[in-house]
């Protein structure tokens, strides 16, 4: 089951795509950088960028996620490391450390395919 | 030999949801041009919102002017509901989607007289997740959680309560039947943001709704 979630970024997402593809080629690969703070996961965005492009021009295109972590800050022991999940406790103790990530969701890059 | 493709990368800067911020930036700045204060309630199914806004528009009656849009998956019983309490209503039907867009807003804005209205209500469809990254040219995110959902619902929304202008916590009512960690509820919301003023309110009993109508008034 897709979580909507993901599908109406993955349909906003594919939009702007086809906008940039060029008549002539196909799009390969799409790159995006995708902040841990819109709580997106990347195998669900990916199952649903397939459903959005079937039977499009852009079908069979590759979506790569780079998904930014969460940065943890501990006001403890000064230490700041980056991590998957917002709530953890540092190793000095400090049972709640800050957690901050950022909200970013950017189409980074296209790799198009021309036959020469 | 197979004809050789050649591929090309092409680097970009575009953020995947342009299309609607530059739509939300239009309804932002139509909606400043007259004076009118706008709030994207978010909250989850069954947290209180359509009763919130109805106790709201009540203690608002005679005073103030508002206008309300309402996100429903299917139905239009919110619209109904607030329809007693206010004649600006608009449901906005989004079938399938899980999330008000801002072009809805402005299409339901169109549909309304705003020369008279000072105070906007939108409330999005009931979900946590979706309608925080799609802005819609508000002024100011309220999330709504309630007791009945638990004191780690915040915890694990940080998007909302990262995003939120003012965080109200509903149903404070039934405080005495539940085992909610006010103090743990706070604390995590204190440590994504650090500044969002919380207030405790009960739509059905009418506590702490004083404070939720000053801030309004603000």
Request: with cysteine.
């Amino acid at each position: 089951m897709l979580r909507v979630h993901e599908f109406s970024i993955a349909e906003a997402l594919a939009a702007q795509v086809q906008r940039h593809a060029p008549a002539a080629g196909r799009v390969t690969e799409v790159d995006i950088t995708v902040g841990a703070l819109r709580g997106l996961e990347p195998e669900a965005l990916r199952m649903s960028w397939e459903a959005v492009t079937h039977g499009t021009p852009i079908a069979g295109a590759t979506l790569n996620v780079d998904l930014r972590p969460w940065t943890i800050t501990c006001s403890t022991c000064g230490r700041t490391w980056p991590s998957p999940v917002p709530f953890v406790a540092c190793e000095c103790g400090d049972p709640s450390p800050v957690p901050t990530a950022g909200d970013e969701l950017d189409l980074v890059a296209l790799t198009i395919e021309e036959e020469s | 030999m197979a004809e050789a493709a050649q591929t090309t990368r092409i680097p970009l800067v575009e953020r995947v949801l342009e299309a609607n911020d530059e739509v939300a930036a239009a309804n932002r700045a139509e909606l400043q041009r007259r004076g009118i204060f706008s709030i994207d309630l978010i909250g989850a199914p069954g947290s209180g919102k359509t009763a919130l806004l109805e106790a709201t528009l009540r203690a608002l009656e005679g005073r103030r002017h508002p206008a309300v849009l309402v996100g429903d998956l299917a139905t239009r019983r919110d619209g109904d509901r607030l329809a007693r309490w206010c004649d600006k209503v608009i449901q906005i039907s989004t079938g399938q989607g899980c999330h008000l867009e801002a072009s809805q807003v402005r299409d339901a804005l169109a549909q309304i007289e705003l020369g008279q209205v000072d105070l906007l209500f939108i409330e999005n469809v009931g979900n946590l997740i979706c309608p925080v990254g799609f802005d819609l040219g508000q002024s100011a995110k309220v999330g709504l959680f309630s007791l009945t959902e638990g004191d780690d619902k915040a915890a694990k929304h940080p998007y909302l309560v990262e995003a939120a202008d003012l965080i109200l916590l509903n149903k404070i009512d039934l405080m005495p039947h539940l085992s909610f960690d006010r103090r743990s509820f706070e604390a995590d919301v204190r440590l994504l943001n650090p500044r969002v003023p919380i207030l405790d309110v009960s739509a059905t009993t009418g506590e702490g709704l004083d404070a939720w109508i000053a801030w309004l008034d603000r």
